[in-house]
């Protein structure tokens, strides 16, 4: 299967989006599966990758990416890069983290 991850941060910058984009593409990659990575990070120095990562790509390969995608992965909903869904209905999943432990009110909100 072919996976598009989009992730509005990653490599070579440094963080929890990246690190958990980094571990999921891996995964899949180590699965079987195609993966590509789309991200608004500046390109930079990175390591060797067993996955394309396409760093602000123009709207028409952006577009190109969505069309051959089988799955969209959001690793963080991002409305810069949502909208080729709207031309190219593909399966999409969206992950959420949270990176801040729950407030006092959440916590509650559980029970």
């Known amino acids: 299967m072919r996976f598009l991850i989009v992730s509005y941060a990653f490599l070579p910058s440094l963080g929890g989006q990246e690190t958990a984009s980094l571990a999921l593409a891996e995964e899949l990659v180590r699965r079987g ?3 590509e990575i789309v991200t ?3 390109a930079g120095r990175k390591p060797e990758l067993p996955f ?3 760093h602000r790509p123009s709207p028409l390969k952006l ?3 969505h069309a051959r995608a089988d799955a ?3 690793n963080g ?3 810069r890069f949502f909208w080729p869904l709207l031309l190219v209905p593909r399966r999409w999943l969206v992950i959420h983290l949270i990176d801040r432990p729950l407030s006092t009110l959440h916590r509650l909100a559980l029970l």
Do not use: D, E, G
């Open 33 to 35: 599966h195609q993966v």
């Open 40 to 42: 608004a990070t500046p």
């Open 52 to 54: 394309a990562v396409y």
């Open 63 to 65: 577009l190109a990416l």
């Open 72 to 74: 969209v992965i959001h």
């Open 77 to 79: 909903l991002s409305m």
